[in-house]
């Protein structure tokens, strides 16, 4: 029979392979020195913009990494700290996480991962200044408009011009 210290350390380690797997990426946070109440309200962001942060320890985390095949994030996990498993845009919780991190200057970004590719703090940082999905959407629409939308005003100026015309005919002319 196993002690529960040991089910609660395979339940987190489990956790974490879960998480990982079911993520698109994985972001290293420390937070050593930030308020209790200032995480709760991190966590409760992240989770609005579609991550999940999870704490847990050190040796737990990095074996659960190894075993995912993100062992050069090892590393990274050393004193308290924190994983945030993005689950929809990463580009979206990078903006909350500097933008949390602007408030809050002991938040350190240490890196992360983007499906294979590690990420060091300046690409998370970097990231967060990246405009959204749907600008981005919006943006290319119009970029794709534009053209049309400037055919459409030559057609009608020419048009209005072959009028103009006429009616200068019809004024020289006598009646």
Do not use: R
């Given at each position: 029979m196993k002690k529960i210290g040991q089910l609660v350390k395979e339940a987190s380690e489990n956790r974490i392979k879960d998480s990982f797997k079911a993520s698109q990426g994985l972001i290293i946070?420390?937070?050593s020195g930030v308020s209790s109440p200032d995480m709760s309200n991190l966590r409760k962001l992240l989770?609005?913009?579609?991550a999940e942060f999870f704490v847990?320890?050190?040796s737990i985390a990095q074996r659960a990494m190894k075993?995912?095949?993100?062992?050069?994030?090892?590393?990274?996990?050393?004193?308290p700290c924190g994983m945030v498993f993005v689950k929809d845009e990463m580009v979206d919780i990078s903006k909350v996480l500097c933008a949390f991190r602007k408030e809050h200057e002991k938040l350190l970004l240490e890196g992360g991962m983007l499906q294979d590719k590690l990420l060091?703090?300046?690409?998370?940082e970097t990231m967060?200044?990246?405009?959204?999905?749907?600008?981005l959407r919006a943006k290319l629409v119009m970029t794709l408009n534009a053209p049309i939308l400037k055919l459409a005003v030559v057609l009608n100026q020419s048009l209005k011009?072959?009028?103009y015309?006429?009616?200068q005919i019809k004024n020289t002319k006598p009646k």
């Open positions: 946070v420390k937070y989770k609005g913009a579609g847990v320890k050190n075993e995912v095949g993100a062992q050069d994030l090892i590393p990274s996990v050393q004193s060091t703090f300046k690409d998370i967060s200044t990246l405009p959204s999905k749907d600008a011009k072959f009028v015309c006429l009616d």
